[in-house]
């Protein structure tokens, strides 16, 4: 099977993330209809380069890389383990992403890099704090949070003062139902600056 330039596409945007569900393929692809996609994605998992799970009854489906295709990437062949506790979390990571993009906040997604890279950049080294991803624009680089769990105050400042540390500026998504977790991020931005928050609601329209 010979691969288009959209099917490495495809596959190097489930390699950058845990799983994808189709919309977001459908976006980051660049496929002019859901109908084209979903003939593309058929055609991939039948040569077994992704997978399609269906784990949860009202989440859509989750495509993942497949053995096959996590090699061509040369990519580590364990695939990852998906954590329920986290489906929400990570799709809406993408959400982020998109509305980003759309938005033209990220004019180059080659820029941006997963938490998921970022820890295989560091190896087998000990684990540390990461932003959900991070990308660079006009010479400054920005880091992402989607924080839908309220975190102790202490952990949160750590967070906070990590990603100050290290990047230029902060855009952390918050659910406007959940505004405490905002209040806690507003009581400590005189203390890091750069901070700008999202309202999750206000894009997932």
Known sequence: MELSARDYKIL????KWHFLIASHIEFLAGF????T???RLKVLIKEKLIEKQKILYGVPSLYTLAHKGLILLSLNKRKDKIR???LKHNIH???TLIYLMKNKVITDLESVK???ELNRKNGF???THQPDFVFFKDNKTYCVEVELSLKSTETLEKNLKDNFLKYDNQIWVVEKRNNKIERNIKSLMNKYSDINILCLEEFLI
């Not at 002019?32 to 109908?35: I, K, L, T, V, Y």
């Open 84 to 86: 329920i506790e986290l």
């Open 93 to 95: 990571v993408i959400d």
């Open 32 to 35: 002019p209809s859901s109908r």
């Open 114 to 116: 997963s938490e998921k």
């Open 12 to 15: 190097g945007n489930l390699g």
């Open 125 to 127: 080294s000990k684990r």
């Open 37 to 39: 996609m979903y003939r």
